[in-house]
């Protein structure tokens, strides 16, 4: 026993050196492979609403996360995308295409609320209970998003279907797909779908 | 209960998440050691204001007190910048 006992001794105190560096290396791996799966400290967010409460409520979201030192992205989609929109085009669109633009708002301005909408009366009368309240218009938040550097995407796929083009979405929107989205969601603390 | 502090944010009759928001843009002008007094009548603020200074790294919320000025409840939060 006391002679194991010592063997492990020595062997401990004069370490071979070329085995330290090959721990050192291995470690080193593991430490890069694990920092390259830990999340950033971002946001991801998928829009697909297009109703003036739920993108209002993502826009709450990414200013308060942009503002906390967060990084955000916010994926527009499907209905979402008309919050982005700031012109109707129907030139080079099919029927449906055309009538899908007529049938759908045009930008912030134009979103209903998703209960008690009436025919707008309701977007209305919360943007004046809103205000009564100081908290900002929804066009103040996305302008604030914008400044605080949150990333905007729109979806291809969906800008096709609906044949919205992409001079009809707001300047500076980067257009994007679902590997865009996963790309900034893998590496983000939170994903959420409004 | 008297806090140095180097600058001060109003964001009285503002609501969320807008006492945050302009706190950072002020909060990102400090120096080090310096410390931003933030007003606000958003009783959220209270847990606002710590839940931002956890995410924030460089910030520590240093106090946070109730007053009444001009007969509003005042939420006055105290961030120092590490």
């Known amino acids: 026993m006391t002679t194991n006992g010592q ?3 020595i062997e401990r105190a004069s370490p071979d050196l070329s085995t330290l ?3 050192v290396e291995r470690l080193q791996a593991q430490v890069d492979a694990l920092r390259a799966q830990s999340p950033d400290n971002r946001l991801s967010m998928v829009v697909f609403s297009g109703d003036l409460d739920r993108v209002l409520a993502a826009f709450v979201i990414a200013s308060g996360a942009a503002a906390s030192g ?3 992205s916010m994926f527009f989609t499907f209905w979402g995308l008309t919050a982005l929109r700031h012109k109707r085009e129907s030139r080079g669109k099919t029927l ?4 899908m633009g007529w049938m759908t708002p045009v930008g912030t301005r134009g979103l209903g609320v998703s209960k008690m909408n009436f025919g707008g009366v309701g977007a ?4 004046t209970m809103m205000r009564q309240q100081g908290v900002p218009q929804i066009e103040e938040m996305v302008q604030m998003a914008r400044d605080l550097g949150v990333r905007i995407v729109a979806c ?3 800008m096709d279907v609906m044949g919205i083009h992409k001079d009809e979405i707001l300047d500076g929107v980067e257009v994007g797909g679902v590997a865009t989205f996963l ?3 893998t590496r983000s603390k939170a994903t959420l779908f409004i | 209960m008297e806090i140095r502090y180097d600058i001060e944010v109003d964001a009285r ?3 969320c998440p807008m006492p945050i928001v302009n706190a950072r843009k002020t909060f990102q002008s400090l120096q080090s050691g310096q410390t931003l007094r933030v007003l606000a009548t958003d009783p959220g603020s209270v847990n606002d204001f710590k839940g931002w200074a956890n995410m924030v790294a460089d910030a520590e919320l240093v106090a946070q007190e109730t007053t009444e000025i001009d007969g509003k409840m005042v939420y006055v939060h105290y961030v120092r910048k590490k």
């Open chain 1, 21 to 23: 560096h090959e721990q």
């Open chain 1, 7 to 9: 063997m492990a001794v």
């Open chain 1, 124 to 127: 209305k009368m919360l943007r």
């Open chain 1, 70 to 72: 967060m990084e955000v």
């Open chain 1, 96 to 99: 449906f295409q055309k009538l």
């Open chain 1, 183 to 185: 790309a900034d969601a």
């Open chain 1, 156 to 158: 291809q796929m969906s």
């Open chain 2, 13 to 15: 009759g503002l609501q």
